[in-house]
């Protein structure tokens, strides 16, 4: 089994800054690639930004040049930077994982329970 543990989400105002982790922990054999997703109310779960575990990435054109993500292989965690915030950046913001199992080396997808952030003046 694997989770993943969010944090670092709150109430922020429009121009502010905000960063968000995710960790894995379980039984991992290697991560393929780590996301951030967002969920609005009403609206659709968007990707925001993926990265692999060379570092590839790729962001929504909605968060390009504001939002950063890295990731640290060594901790199994994720990271997502978040500059120049804007209301419509308001969302429950979930982690998402693609990782080879250590006993089967089968590939799963696993989401974190999700970590809201608001932006409001």
């Known amino acids: 089994q694997v989770q993943l543990v969010e944090s670092g989400g709150g109430l922020v105002q429009p121009g502010g800054s905000l960063g968000l982790s995710c960790a894995a922990t379980?039984?991992?054999?290697?991560?393929?690639?780590m996301a951030w997703y967002r969920q609005a109310p009403g609206k659709q779960r968007e990707l925001v930004a993926a990265?692999?575990?060379?570092?590839?990435?790729n962001y929504a054109d909605s968060v390009k040049g504001r939002f950063t993500i890295s990731r640290d292989n060594a901790k199994n965690t994720v990271y997502l930077q978040m500059n120049s915030l804007k209301p419509e950046d308001t969302a429950v913001y979930y982690c998402?994982?693609?990782?080879?199992?250590?006993?089967?080396?089968?590939?799963?997808?696993?989401w974190g329970q999700g970590t809201q952030v608001t932006v409001s003046s």
């Open positions: 990265i692999t575990s060379r570092s590839r990435t």
């Open positions: 998402n994982a693609t990782i080879r199992g250590d006993s089967d080396y089968a590939l799963y997808d696993y």
């Open positions: 379980g039984s991992i054999f290697s991560i393929i690639a």
